[in-house]
């Protein structure tokens, strides 16, 4: 396994790794030679993956860089590794509870504390954060970010891109579309139609992305 970034969310993906004793994590790549990664060796920019994973094949990798906003970024630096011959599986904490009847996509990261819930679909990329709650039948598309604290109530959909902040609220049966920031600690109580920055209890569209 090789981590594809160096920074704080990296360090909390290796721990994961870690307690689940199923990867040898041969290093990180990122733009930045950051050092020992948690003792972890660097292996150079991205570019370097296609020599590890030559040597290494096939090479397992987890998107380890963490997403403030939308998850546009983290969707492009996946799309440039598409040449190279790596495995994205998802990585669960063995302190997360994923219950019977979910669907998790590749490259998903889920964190230490969260509940997922029966029918609920987590797409590819998406981050599920610590001590989240996704509750049963949500839809989370690809390369949605549910920050730490959140909760999403039955029946919601997140679109692709979307970010739910720190401890914010998603009633049950929502619609939320593709590439909404919805702030910390906010309370969605009515469908959002339209791609921005919302914030507030309930919450309000402030501008666009």
Same mark, same amino acid.
């Given at each position: 396994?090789? !981590?594809?970034?160096?920074?704080?969310?990296?360090?909390?993906?290796?721990? +994961?790794? *870690?307690?689940? *004793?199923?990867? @040898?994590?041969?290093?990180?790549?990122?733009? #930045?030679?950051?050092?020992?990664?948690?003792?972890?060796?660097?292996?150079?920019?991205?570019? #370097?993956?296609?020599?590890? =994973?030559?040597?290494?094949?096939?090479?397992?990798?987890?998107?380890?860089?963490?997403?403030?906003?939308?998850?546009?970024?983290?969707?492009? !630096?996946?799309?440039?590794?598409?040449?190279?011959?790596?495995?994205?599986?998802?990585?669960?904490?063995?302190?997360?509870?994923?219950?019977?009847?979910?669907?998790?996509?590749?490259?998903?990261?889920?964190?230490? %504390? $969260?509940? +997922?819930?029966?029918?609920?679909? +987590?797409? /590819?990329?998406?981050? &599920?954060? $610590?001590?989240?709650?996704?509750?049963?039948?949500? $839809?989370?598309?690809?390369? &949605?970010?549910?920050?730490?604290?959140?909760?999403?109530?039955?029946?919601?959909? +997140?679109?692709?891109?979307?970010?739910?902040?720190?401890?914010?609220?998603?009633?049950?049966?929502?619609?939320?579309?593709?590439?909404?920031?919805?702030?910390?600690? =906010?309370?969605?109580?009515?469908? !959002?139609?339209?791609?921005?920055?919302?914030? %507030?209890?309930?919450?309000? /569209? !402030? @501008?666009?992305?």
């Amino acid at each position: 396994m090789a !981590l594809i970034g160096g920074g704080g969310h990296a360090r909390v993906v290796l721990g +994961i790794l *870690n307690k689940l *004793n199923r990867y @040898r994590v041969v290093g990180y790549t990122d733009e #930045k030679n950051t050092g020992s990664l948690c003792g972890l060796s660097y292996l150079g920019k991205d570019e #370097k993956l296609a020599a590890a =994973a030559r040597e290494h094949d096939p090479l397992n990798a987890v998107l380890a860089v963490g997403q403030i906003g939308l998850g546009t970024q983290r969707w492009k !630096l996946w799309s440039q590794l598409a040449g190279v011959r790596l495995l994205f599986p998802a990585v669960v904490s063995p302190d997360a509870i994923v219950n019977d009847g979910v669907t998790v996509g590749e490259a998903v990261v889920v964190m230490d %504390g $969260s509940v +997922i819930n029966y029918g609920a679909t +987590i797409g /590819r990329g998406t981050i &599920v954060n $610590s001590n989240c709650t996704v509750e049963h039948d949500v $839809s989370l598309a690809d390369w &949605v970010h549910v920050a730490p604290g959140a909760t999403i109530c039955g029946g919601s959909s +997140i679109g692709r891109f979307s970010m739910v902040g720190a401890g914010a609220t998603i009633i049950q049966g929502i619609t939320i579309a593709e590439a909404c920031v919805i702030g910390a600690g =906010a309370t969605v109580v009515e469908d !959002l139609t339209e791609a921005g920055v919302y914030a %507030g209890c309930p919450a309000r /569209r !402030l @501008r666009k992305v």
